[in-house]
């Protein structure tokens, strides 16, 4: 495994909550994008478009803190308890399946594993005992 990255997610107050974490650990965004960048954003209201789908702020080499908003097509709200990820970003695409299919298990899938729109391999479960995962190989470019 290359390295684990925690994952916020938020009531439409992401960029907010990240800006507020970039002056209290330092260091510049790495990535910084909006559901109005994203295909199939046509169909979305104005006021979501505006919304990150995801911001990453590097807290050190192998540390990354990230997060995203909710939409509002999305079926729930964002509490304690579902408001984060951990995210385990794989090797390969072997040890990508291999660490889902492994957490899930008991779980409960709530993306399969799937090739993406950003260049990469993903997938999102809970594990048996309620904690979110999120699954991430980039291919290399």
Known sequence: MKNVDL???FNGNAEKAMNFYKKVFGGEFTMV???GD???SEKMVAEDKQK????ALPLSPNLQLMASDIVTKMESNITF???YHICLQAGSEKEADKLFN???DDGRIEMPMAKTFWGAYFGMCLDQFGVQWMINFTYPQ
């Open 102 to 104: 492994a957490l899930s």
């Open 38 to 40: 994203v295909p199939g």
């Open 33 to 35: 994008q909006r559901y």
């Open 81 to 83: 308890g579902n408001n």
């Open 7 to 9: 994952y916020l997610h």
């Open 52 to 55: 990150l789908i995801h911001i």
